[in-house]
């Protein structure tokens, strides 16, 4: 079993849908938590942070839930540039990054 | 800062050589890591650094695969002998953990070994 799991889609979502993607982890000492954006043949960039109290950015929010293991993102108002893999990112102790298999959106027009 | 460059940014070479990728992390970094990427595997860890050091290299496949980081704004992986399963992106990324842990990434290196 991997250590960060994702469902690795394709969602195929209209312009405008909200669309949520959610991400185990099996390391309960993971201490951070980030949601990681790749676009197609291009390196990993960070999308945002996550936090216990939940945090938003414009169109985009992310929830961890550390009771059940699992992370969160929401994305409202898909746009077509949204079109990319979104990669769960959990940081363990010794900053050891450890990436989700990556779970890849479409927005269709 | 240009950010992390890896160097070459394709690489395809025949069964059995050597291949070497190159890593120059962002200055004042001082963790580096190694990933490789396949559609099959995603994105796995292979090794990673603190202040030059191997801190863990659990995920490198097997003896064929070797790194090192002479200094801080060095790293090297190397294969040898590449088979074709090695075939696969091949990303460093480096962070400075007082800041806000954000990785960077390098553009990455395409090796095809056919």
């Not at chain 1, 989700?100 to 479409?106: E, Y």
């Not at chain 2, 796995?44 to 790194?67: C, H, K, Q, T, W």
């Not at chain 2, 090192?68 to 400075?96: G, H, W």
Request: proline share 6%.
């Amino acid at each position: 079993r991997k250590e960060v799991e994702q469902d690795p889609g394709p969602f195929n979502v209209p312009e405008g849908a909200t669309v949520a993607f959610n991400c185990t982890y099996s390391n309960s000492a993971s201490q951070s938590f980030f949601w990681y954006r790749q676009d197609c043949r291009k390196e990993p960039k960070l999308l945002m942070s996550v936090y216990s109290s939940g945090n938003e950015d414009g169109r985009f929010t992310a929830q961890l839930n550390r009771a059940s293991q699992y992370i969160s993102l929401l994305i409202r108002d898909s746009k077509l540039s949204d079109s990319a893999t979104y990669l769960c990112v959990a940081n363990n102790a010794g900053n050891m990054l450890t990436f989700g298999g990556g779970t890849r959106l479409m927005v269709k027009p | 800062d240009a950010g992390v460059i890896q160097s070459p940014r394709h690489e395809v070479t025949e069964m059995g050589q050597e291949v070497t990728l190159r890593c120059k992390p962002i200055s004042g970094h001082d963790y580096l890591f190694w990933y490789r990427q396949t559609m099959m595997r995603g994105l796995e860890l292979l090794i990673y650094f603190n202040n030059n050091v191997p801190i863990d290299d659990s995920g490198m496949p097997e003896d064929r695969f070797s790194a090192k980081m002479p200094n801080a704004s060095f790293s090297t992986l190397k294969i040898q002998p590449s088979e074709p399963r090695d075939s696969a992106v091949y990303f460093c990324a480096s962070i400075n953990p007082g800041g806000d842990t954000e990785a960077f990434f390098g553009q990455g290196t395409r090796l095809t070994v056919v």
